[in-house]
Structures are given as C-alpha cells and as structure tokens.
C-alpha cells in the first residue's frame, strides 16, 4: 500500500475519534524507510483557544496508539510519535484557513505556473480560493493545487 493511502487511512480513522477525546487531528506523516516506519500525528485542542499543553498531548497517546494499531498499516514494527502541532503547525482543512485567518503564512503550490511559494498574511478563505496578502500584492491560490500550507512564527 502507498504511504499516500496511509497516511489517508489513518487520518480518517484519527478524525473519526478525536472529537470524543476532545481533539483536533492537525496532521498525520508517515517517514522513514520501510523496514523503520514512523507515523507521526499531531493534535491540538478540538476547541479554540491556549496552546495544547504536553500533559494533553500525552493524554492523547493511548487511544491514537489503539487507533494506529486497530488499522496495522504496516506489515512489521513502526515508531509513533504524537506531538503538539508547533508554532509552524499546518493548516490542511477550509477550516484551518478561516481559523488562521490574519496570521503569518506560507503556502506552496502543486501544478501551478511560474511561482509557487507565497509568504504573507492569510487573509482566509474565498471561493475555494486561499486568500494570502503578499508583498506584491493579494494571491488567490485554488485550495485544491496547495501542496502545503503552514503558519509562520513571528519572534
């Protein structure tokens, strides 16, 4: 099975739970070589508001471990790390892009002509479209050709 489909499976069996313990799955990444896989999920608060603290991001250990392991993606042993999603956390769902909204991003395209990384401020999401004020002006960018999206921390 391709890491692509996956990383999609465990994604959607995490999404499917995570509101019962009160979490948000950020991102799931399955690396390494296939003889040492790693899978690594990060969670945040499903509600709004402080930073998700190590003591939660351990509670969380437990049940994504059953949820990894109920699915066995991989044929031998694997490492699992679970983690807050960092001050660079992604943003993957419309919704990321709304909640963002007037922060500091950087956004890479997949398939798009001529340039393909843009740094600004997430101004939202438009019609599909995610909304980024650059320095040369506004980009509308198709939500469906991001390759990445993640915030940018301002020191």
């Known amino acids: 099975m391709a890491v692509k489909d996956i990383r999609s499976r465990l ?9 019962a313990h009160g979490a948000d799955i950020v991102d799931v990444e399955v690396a390494g070589a296939s003889k040492a896989p790693v899978v690594r999920v990060r969670v945040d608060r499903a509600e709004p508001g402080e930073p998700v603290s190590l003591d ?4 969380h ?3 994504v471990g059953d949820v990894v392991e109920a699915l066995d993606p991989f044929p031998g042993s ?3 790390e679970v983690s807050s999603p960092g001050l660079d956390r992604p943003l993957r769902r419309p919704a990321d892009f709304e909640r963002f909204a007037g922060e500091p991003v950087q956004v890479r395209m ?17 019609g599909g479209d995610v909304v980024v004020e650059c320095d040369d002006g506004t980009h509308a960018l198709p939500l469906a050709d991001v ?7 301002v020191f």
């Open 11 to 19: 994604l959607e069996a995490l999404e499917a739970e995570a509101a």
């Open 56 to 59: 939660e991001v351990a509670s």
């Open 78 to 80: 694997y490492t699992l």
């Open 147 to 153: 390759q990445s999206a993640k915030l940018r921390p």
């Open 110 to 126: 997949a398939g798009h002509e001529g340039r393909r990384t843009f740094t600004g401020t997430l101004v939202g999401l438009q």
């Open 61 to 63: 250990n437990g049940w």
